[in-house]
């Protein structure tokens, strides 16, 4: 997500860059989240808030890539609902505050440096209303990249490397990581495991935490 032409590129080989399925922690706790807005952090194809929009949340999608959102948008306007898509770096997105009953970033997180992420998730923090529910999957210290990572020495802050190749950042998140960053919310699940990916040709097991908290009333 740090660079637009990485990812542009990556969708445009291929008619269907992700899964169609939506992660599997979201649909398990599904029930627990309460009809309103939905925020989509990094939303792709859309695959993640298509369930939501079935069950008559309010949508906001944003992604930088211009094909992706494209997608999004002729996926939802065969149904008929409302979505509003935009454009745009999440380091430059302001999310609206106390606005949110879900915000999701799922698979995006892991592309910025420690401290880009820090302040994605106090807005993000800050976007939810009460009661208001976050869920995040993102690349873990498990992957095998992290440790020939570490030993090459081009970790530029805690756990973020730089990839020359892609022009991009990488963040493996520990599961003491996000449960520090959300310790004033209440914690439904922290996941941690190993996936299997043959999305870019290459195929390959990732490191992935399943992260799902909510935000604490005041009450």
Known sequence: MGNNNIWEKSYQKTNQLWSSNPDAKLMQYFDLIKRGNLLD?????????????????????????????????????????????????????????????????????????????????????????????????????????????????????????????????VHFFTQQELNKYFLDFELICCCEGLEYNSNDGDPHYHGIIEFMARKKSDT
Do not use: H, M, W
């Not at 069950?55 to 609902?81: H, L, P």
């Open 41 to 169: 952090l990094g939303i792709g194809e859309g695959r993640n808030a298509l369930p939501f929009i079935f069950s008559g949340f309010n949508i906001d999608g944003v992604d930088i890539s211009e094909t992706a959102i494209k997608r999004c948008e002729e996926k939802f306007a065969k149904k008929d609902y409302t979505i509003d898509l935009i454009i745009s770096d999440l380091r430059k997105y302001d999310i609206k505050k106390d606005n949110y009953t879900i915000i999701i970033a799922a698979n995006v997180l892991n592309f910025f440096k420690k401290s880009e992420i820090d302040i994605i998730i106090r807005k993000i923090k800050e976007g939810l209303k009460e009661e208001g529910i976050v869920y995040l999957s993102v690349f873990s210290t498990l992957e095998q990249r992290y440790d020939s990572l570490k030993e090459s020495n081009k970790q530029v802050e805690e756990n973020t490397f730089y990839i020359d190749e892609k022009d991009s950042y």
